[in-house]
């Protein structure tokens, strides 16, 4: 039967009238009507005994977090001192990684086009193999894959520090792209440890556990860069002088393996057919499909609009997103003569490092009560707008080039521009929600994940190289006063602004119904014709 809205009524309520027709006003707290032993439900007595939220399984979780914050520490470490220009620390003998390979032949603009393709060597090499690490999981399960992809670090991160030539570089971070398939598998576990009371929750650490991981790489990537020239009485032997970058990369490395040896002791296995659990059948998706125990074709998973338009979000809020935090440090080091604001590695350290801690703790406590409050999809669609507050880098270029320094006004537009990040994240939790949402079933989520994460990383492969490159080609020729990267990024956020208004609504077994009212009935929302109908 279909209801009319009243549209005056606050939009996250609902109280359903069956049996007439009547009027729909709203509630989050109770659903007046009940199902009768003979006959259908009346308005009589309000139901208050709705399926409970499910308690968080901690022990998993806090294992599949502890393997999620190894990712930035294999990844993020590198950002302070990859950037850094030979003159930032005002010492001729101090010169960082890209400018001490000697390939820009001094030149301190070419820096961002090879710091760029280092960088996004990982996501290239990940992209190509993650859908099958993730595929794979479906089948031999997640532990597995999981173990591999953290060995596969702890490698990388070991060759990156002993590497003396760019060739080198480049190898460390193929292998750690082509070893880790992580992420998608890690959010498969988390999709079926989880049901459609607790996900917001869960997925709600995401976020927060790579700004942990955000947060401590960048302080101990720039603070333990050249331990011979900082504590030389400790680092005495000419191993530190040969190999100035070992330190922080041996600090990555230890850490991603000690993970692996916890989560091969600890973890269990979560893969449905692997553990003979039946899978929560509560949780919402998109396009309803049998629990046989299968996963879905590839095939039928690329022609469901429900599945590829999150994913196609998720690939363009990964593209701007990297985009953006690539410039950031690139940005801080660079001179101020071209633009930049001339901050040395443990400012920029310093300055991520209390980013992450703030916007861990909003991703953990407070986006998961907004989700709950508005919905995964409007609060993606109002926070990917927090993107365009990119226009603070040029602010802030055209202020510190006036002021010929880094001053008060700079640093309260820096504290402003962070803030802003952390609005910009709340999107990371609500894609989260809604692809896992979005998966057939439960079998599939590996899949679904991979192909997310695939996408994701074929964007942070293109993000790093497209920024860096766009930032030193508009400083070398001064294109548009040398902030073409800013408008090329203010484009990408455009389309991604517009994409999210095709985000489908996931239908869901409304979370206060019990399980003999909802095995019944299916409660879908039409804001655009201002009814409800009930199937």
Known sequence: MTYLTDQCMHPNTLVAEAGVSGRVAQTTTMVNFKLKPDGPPDEETPLLQGKPKTPLPWRQMNLVFLAL?????????ILPFINQPSDALATTTTKKLISE???TGGDDRKIGYYAGLIESLFYVTQALCTWQWSRLSDFIGRRPVILIGLLGLSLSNFAFGLSRTFSMLVISRCIAGLLNGNIGVMKSVLGDISDHTNMAQIFAFVPAAFSIGATIAP???????KPQERWPHIFEDDFWAKYPYFLPSLVSGCFTLLVSV?????MKESLPSKTGKKPHSETPTAENSPEDGRPIPMLKLLQMSSVMMPIANFGALALIDIGFFVLLPLFYSSPIEIG??????????????????????VQAFFAPKVI???GARKVFCWAVYWFYSLILFPIMSAVVTVQ?????VIWILLVLQLISMVLMNLCYTAIFVIVAGAAPNKQSLGTMNGLSQSMVSTARAIGPALTTSSFAFSKQYNIL???????????????????????PELKEVHPLLPESISAFYLITYSSKFGKVDVM
């Open 69 to 77: 914050i190894a990712e930035p520490f294999a990844s993020v470490y």
């Open 101 to 103: 390979l000697g390939i």
């Open 219 to 225: 302080l101990y990537g720039g603070t333990l860069v």
């Open 262 to 266: 916890v989560c091969a002791i600890f």
């Open 340 to 361: 930049g604001l001339g901050l040395p590695p443990s400012i920029i350290g310093t300055a991520l490092a209390i980013f992450g801690v703030v916007d861990g703790g």
């Open 372 to 374: 709950e409050r508005f």
């Open 404 to 408: 010929g320094q880094v001053g008060p």
């Open 481 to 503: 006063g040398g902030n073409l990267v800013y408008v090329v990024l203010a484009l990408f956020t455009t389309i991604l602004v517009r994409l999210s208004r095709h985000l």
